[in-house]
């Protein structure tokens, strides 16, 4: 990735070379289009910036998210340049672009045409390393917006501090309905933490994905709980499954490792590396997302999670040993 920051030399390099060469780990042959649309809204690089990765049929779903958001977003959105939908899709794309003001204020879209699906890791870079602010949230599209951590993170000095020097993430506590048809309501979404224990109270809410602790038992949801407004609090009991939602500095952390393709054990990868770099987690404890629950394609996901499972298994000595 550093090849892209040596400005005074990059103009004068084909781009798709530059490209191709930064993500020379990922599946080819690809074409990236940084800025397909560009938001037109000011930008204060000290912002948090949304980056994430979508296909057309979650474009409702993103919709969504830019309205609760109303902040930078980077969005990286795979184009299958193989199929017969390729102009209508390309279609789509201008059409939810165009859909409202606050999508053109604030949102920058990268194309990735190809016809290889799910390269998650590459997509979560590409829409990191366009991201026009110092610092970034990972998010996956499916979860909603439930409180205002953007501006309480900016107005803390301690946290902005930390953010500055590079060696800190901030988990944003992820939470899910129990029944399938919970969360599609935006409008009724807990926005309070009071809200949100009085729901997981009555049973409606969990934790995310409570069937696989170790994907998120780190955050420590009892100390999150029981935590005084304002808390903030460091993870002690790290493990390599983790996959928080974090908010991080965009620039010195490891980038996603691309080897990963399909479901299981990307974002762990991610944050695993993250956290051998150095990079110490905390969690605000006032704050938390919640996913918006949908059907998967379970035997593809089954499938590459197996797969996966041996390429991470590889990945974490390789990583340790690095």
Known sequence: MALLHQSSWFADIDTDLILSKAFSNSMHPSKIVPFFYRASGELDVEDITITTLITSNRFPVFARLVERYQGPISVAIHVNNNSSDYHALLDSIHALYTSTPNMARFVDVHL??????????????????????????????DFAIC??????????KAIMDK??????????????????????????LPTDKTSLLSAIKAGQLDMFHASWEVGHNSTDYPRYYAAPP?????????????????????EGPPWCDERF????????ACLFEMYLSGISYYVLSD???LHQKHLYEEKIRKDERKFNKKIYSDFKYETCLR
Not at 168 to 185: D, Q, T
Not at 241 to 247: G, L, Q, R, S, T
């Open 112 to 141: 990735v045409m190809d016809s290889f699906d799910r390269q998650f890791n590459t997509w979560r870079n590409i829409a990191r390393l366009f991201a026009r602010t110092d610092f970034v949230m990972m998010l996956d599209i």
């Open 147 to 156: 409180t205002d951590f953007r501006s309480a993170i900016r107005a803390n």
């Open 163 to 188: 953010l500055r020097e590079g060696t800190s993430a901030f988990v944003i506590p992820a939470f899910e309905y129990v029944k399938l048809e919970g969360g599609s309501n935006q409008p009724v």
């Open 230 to 250: 304002g808390e903030v609090y460091k993870v002690t009991r790290y493990q390599a499954a983790y996959e928080p939602y974090i908010v991080f500095r965009k």
């Open 261 to 268: 393709v399909g479901y299981g054990g990307n974002k762990a």
């Open 287 to 289: 704050h938390f997302i």
